[in-house]
T-cell receptor, first 114, second 109 residues
Framework: DTAVSQTPKYLVTQMGNDKSIKCEQN?????MYWYKQDSKKFLKIMFS???????INETVPNRFSPKSPDKAHLNLHINSLELGDSAVYFC?????????????FGPGTRLLVL | KQEVTQIPAALSVPEGENLVLNCSFT??????LQWFRQDPGKGLTSLLL?????REQTSGRLNASLDKSSGRSTLYIAASQPGDSATYLC????????FGTGTSLTVIP
């Protein structure tokens, strides 16, 4: 069974479109994250949700909106896509209570904006 | 803001060699530090997590050390194998999460 899954794996779309990426974890973790990895392989955190509450929001444009319907899901919605949004987006989860904070990553969603 | 540097950026070694990857960070107020590997076109796999109160962690041929006061961590890989070829990332975790730029390792058969 896949611990952290993301859909879709690949996303090619036109500039100006709105798209969503879904993430689900079946590990029972209480915290989920979205990361962006750019073409230079820099990995930066975008959002973190703990028990459905946003606890980190780095300087991400408000075109990006995370949505957590429950603690097993953290979806990422992107409005008015721009060329610079092209990157690989990784979802991750961890259990922040009890000292086990190892992050488990999904396989990534490769977004290409044309 | 935490700055994380990994040296070297790339490393190529013959199979069987022992090697050390270095990670340095500027903010020592961390809860833990994780080492990950990333295979080309793939996600990240956690290798080791060291709590801030620990000095080292071992898993198989991997040993990671942490010197929080000096802002340094090392990942030691013993008897390297071609399957170890990947990019290795360190991630010190405090109130926020920052990843290093990674060390790209190639182990030559």
């Amino acid at each position: 069974d896949t611990a952290v899954s993301q859909t879709p794996k690949y996303l090619v779309t036109q500039m100006g479109n709105d798209k969503s990426i879904k993430c689900e974890q079946n590990l029972g973790h209480d915290t989920m994250y979205w990361y962006k990895q750019d073409s230079k392989k820099f990995l930066k955190i975008m959002f973190s949700y703990n028990n459905k509450e946003l606890i980190i929001n780095e300087t991400v444009p408000n075109r990006f909106s995370p949505k957590s319907p429950d603690k097993a899901h953290l979806n990422l919605h992107i409005n008015s896509l721009e060329l610079g949004d092209s990157a690989v987006y990784f979802c991750a989860s961890s259990q922040t209570s009890g000292g086990q904070e190892t992050q488990y990553f999904g396989p990534g969603t490769r977004l290409l904006v044309l | 803001k935490q700055e994380v540097t990994q040296i070297p950026a790339a490393l190529s070694v013959p199979e069987g060699e022992n090697l050390v990857l270095n990670c340095s960070f500027t903010d020592s107020a961390i809860y833990n530090l994780q080492w990950f590997r990333q295979d080309p076109g793939k996600g990240l796999t956690s290798l080791l997590l060291i709590q801030s109160s620990q000095r080292e962690q071992t898993s198989g041929r991997l040993n990671a050390s942490l010197d929080k006061s000096s802002g340094r961590s090392t990942l030691y890989i013993a008897a390297s194998q071609p399957g170890d070829s990947a990019t290795y990332l360190c991630a010190p975790t405090g109130n926020q999460f920052y990843f290093g730029t990674g060390t790209s390792l190639t182990v030559i058969p």
